[in-house]
């Protein structure tokens, strides 16, 4: 399956980084452009991060923006099993990285896009890949052309 | 209706299936761009009026770790 049909989730670091345009970072904000061909899924924790970044105005143009693809976005509001977070920590997991990781296995997610090198770096046989942003723009490209 | 779009929507109409089809994705993703640059645009103000705009990336991806921790700890922890 390309990137194109899968369900991803960009963690909060992309969405940051893209809206700030940090400028050693361009790909975030290059890949927060592609959302119109991605499928994006939101989950709990991270929709809890961006609310604690952003203002009420720009939480609500972003999903003002966001809900024109209904089909690409989807939110997920719930909270995630406390039996999959003890399984994370205990392999070595902080307890939101952990949150992070089980939403992803619980949502049956298998792309997690993060700028955060070391995120789950630790942990073996992950349910879901790792990339960052250019690479996740690579293979986006890659599955365009 | 305004005679700008009454005239746009005529010529969009005009088009054959799949014109029409590409035309509307290209707004859609030319809209998302616009709007996400607006957004951005004030994003970046309110960071600049607060002194945050010049933290490195280091010292966000510190900050949001922190605010991770927070959250988490306040939903599952018990």
């Known amino acids: 399956m390309s990137i194109l049909d899968e369900w991803i989730v960009f963690d909060t670091n992309i969405w940051i980084f893209g809206l700030r345009r940090v400028p050693n970072i361009p790909a975030c904000a290059q890949l927060l452009e592609c959302l119109d061909r991605l499928r994006v899924v939101l989950p709990r924790q991270i929709l809890q991060e961006l609310q604690a970044n952003l203002s009420e105005n720009e939480i609500t143009t972003l999903f003002r923006l966001l809900s024109r693809f209904p089909g690409r976005l989807r939110i997920s509001w719930d909270k995630t099993s406390p039996q999959i977070i003890s399984k994370y920590q205990r392999e070595g997991c902080k307890l939101g990285d952990a949150v992070i990781a089980a939403h992803l296995e619980e949502l049956d997610i298998k792309i997690l896009v993060s700028e955060n090198r070391d995120f789950l770096k630790e942990i073996r046989n992950l349910p879901f890949r790792r990339l960052s942003a250019s690479q996740a723009l690579a293979e986006l490209k890659q599955s365009t052309t | ?78």
């Open chain 2, 1 to 78: 209706m305004d005679a700008r779009v009454e005239k746009l929507a005529a010529e969009i109409a005009s088009l054959g299936e799949a014109e029409q089809k590409a035309l509307l994705e290209r707004a859609a993703e030319l809209s998302l761009r616009h709007g996400l640059a607006e957004l951005s645009e004030n994003y970046r103000k309110r960071l600049q009026q607060q002194g945050e705009l010049d933290r490195t990336a280091e010292d966000i991806l510190a900050k949001l770790r922190q605010i991770r921790e927070e959250i988490a700890a306040r939903e599952y922890s018990g």
